[in-house]
T-cell receptor, first 119, second 112 residues
């Protein structure tokens, strides 16, 4: 159990276009999802926290208008990178936590990540 | 000072050796402690989950938490080349669905 999927796994786009990344919890209800960014050989950098049905909470320094997050249901959150530029190229990973037996609400389960390359 | 400190390595050990990975932290409010394994270009995978102080064993993996010292460890017995990965410690207060605080990760290589 506790499977999180991401789609697409890899995307290449032109500068100035927008890219949408989906994160789904497959076997549990994700009341909260987190979006991270990771540079090569670096640790995870939390971008934002989203609770189902609420506006996302962004970390300091993360542009809300550039990284649009929507958490419309208990199994789906999306991250849209708007007007992407080469410096947005990175590995984006989502994680989810929520109702699961035993219900601790502390564990996070990660998706496999999406590699974004902006040309 | 970072809330969570983790030696980035890299750490190389021969196959079959016991591996010890550690993190220290400064926030006494942390109650939940996790270890994740991340292979290159993949998402982190939850390995061990511990609440408060104590030990937890799962196969070749043992997680230890010493809250008095603010120190957590992950031991890997009979290490295998497939254990080569980056290991991240993570911790949280467990209040609702709050964000976790991660260590920087330790790169581990098991030499056949």
């Amino acid at each position: 159990g506790a499977v999180v999927s991401q789609h697409p796994s890899r995307v290449i786009c032109k500068s100035g276009t927008s890219v949408k990344i989906e994160c789904r919890s497959l076997d549990f209800q994700a009341t909260t999802m987190f979006w991270y960014r990771q540079f090569p050989k670096k640790s995870l950098m939390l971008m934002a926290t989203s609770n189902e049905g609420s506006k996302a909470t962004y970390e300091q320094g993360v542009e809300k208008d550039k990284f649009l997050i929507n958490h419309a249901s208990l199994t789906l959150s999306t991250l849209t990178v708007t007007s992407a530029h080469p410096e947005d190229s990175s590995f984006y990973i989502c994680s989810a936590t929520g109702t699961r037996r035993p219900t601790t609400q502390a564990e996070q389960f990660f998706g496999p990540g999406t590699r974004l390359t902006v040309l | 000072q970072k809330e969570v400190e983790q030696d980035p390595g890299p750490l190389s050990v021969p196959e079959g050796a016991i591996v010890s990975l550690n993190c220290t932290y400064s926030n006494s409010a942390f109650q939940y402690f996790m270890w994740y394994r991340q292979y290159s270009r993949k998402g982190p995978e939850l390995l061990m989950y511990t609440y408060s102080s104590g030990n937890k064993e799962d196969g070749r993996f043992t997680a230890q938490v010493d809250k008095s010292s603010k120190y957590i460890s992950l031991f890997i017995r009979d290490s295998q080349p497939s254990d080569s990965a980056t290991y991240l410690c993570a911790m949280g207060r467990g209040k609702g669905n709050e964000k976790l605080t991660f260590g920087t990760g330790t790169r581990l290589t098991i030499i056949p």
